[in-house]
């Protein structure tokens, strides 16, 4: 079952990243957009070195491998774009969206406290380095998805058209983050029902980037 589910998030990562670059990519569309894509493109290629591994090796190698690669440049794609491209749009730093900013902190906080969770049962240093890299990633993107799902909106309505993008980034967040609890933690059940709503995650990311994007200017 484990092969079956990692082929199935490697198919679905696949999916949406042809996808993206079929919409995305044919003519000229903008930089944000493109980096999602390329964030969904690194999860695809995490995801297949898991499977190869998988079905060649009978096992993931524990601590680092291309694997977690596959999960840090993703999220440092959806990071990026967040922070270098939509953030300063609409926060301009002053006391008036302080509150906002403090809220988005719950997002970091709770991916921090699952990697809490999961430290008594990881067995070696490596691992538990390669983990707190991976959460740190994923926890600065979160604080970005939360605060853009509760942000006040500029004039243009750009990050409003981005809304369910974000939440369902966030989503994907708080899934990536289930996975490295219930890896230590096992859970048979649960697993699969995460590995499931990872494939739906990742089929849905450029579905719903167009059509927030057809309220605003590619």
């Known amino acids: 079952m484990e092969k079956i589910m990692y082929l199935a998030m490697t198919i679905c990562a696949a999916l949406g990243f042809g996808h993206g670059l079929s919409c995305f990519f044919r003519k000229r569309s903008a930089l944000y957009i493109r980096m999602i894509v390329f964030g969904i493109g690194c999860a695809m290629l995490g995801r297949l070195f898991e499977t190869l591994q998988l079905f060649t090796n009978g096992e993931i190698p524990p601590g680092f491998h291309v694997g977690i690669l596959g999960v840090i440049g993703s999220f440092l794609f959806?990071?990026?774009?967040?922070?270098?491209?939509?953030?300063?749009?609409?926060?301009?730093?002053?006391?008036?969206?302080?509150?906002?900013?403090?809220?988005?902190?719950?997002?970091?906080?709770v991916m921090i406290g699952l990697y809490a969770v999961c430290l008594p049962r990881i067995e070696t240093v490596q691992s538990a380095v390669v983990g707190g890299i991976e959460t740190i990633v994923i926890a600065m993107a979160a604080y970005f998805h939360l605060k853009h799902v509760i942000i006040p909106d500029v004039d243009l309505g750009i990050i409003r058209s981005l809304r369910y993008y974000d939440l369902l980034a966030l989503t994907y967040a708080v899934l990536c983050m289930a996975e490295q609890v219930l890896t230590v933690y096992p859970i048979p059940a649960a697993l699969i029902a995460v590995y499931v709503l990872m494939c739906i995650a990742l089929l849905l990311f450029v579905p719903i980037l167009k059509g927030g994007m057809k309220k605003w200017v590619i």
């Not at 990071?79 to 970091?108: C, E, H, W």
């Open 78 to 109: 959806f990071f990026s774009s967040n922070y270098g491209q939509m953030d300063s749009l609409v926060d301009d730093g002053t006391k008036k969206f302080l509150r906002y900013r403090l809220i988005s902190l719950i997002a970091p906080a």
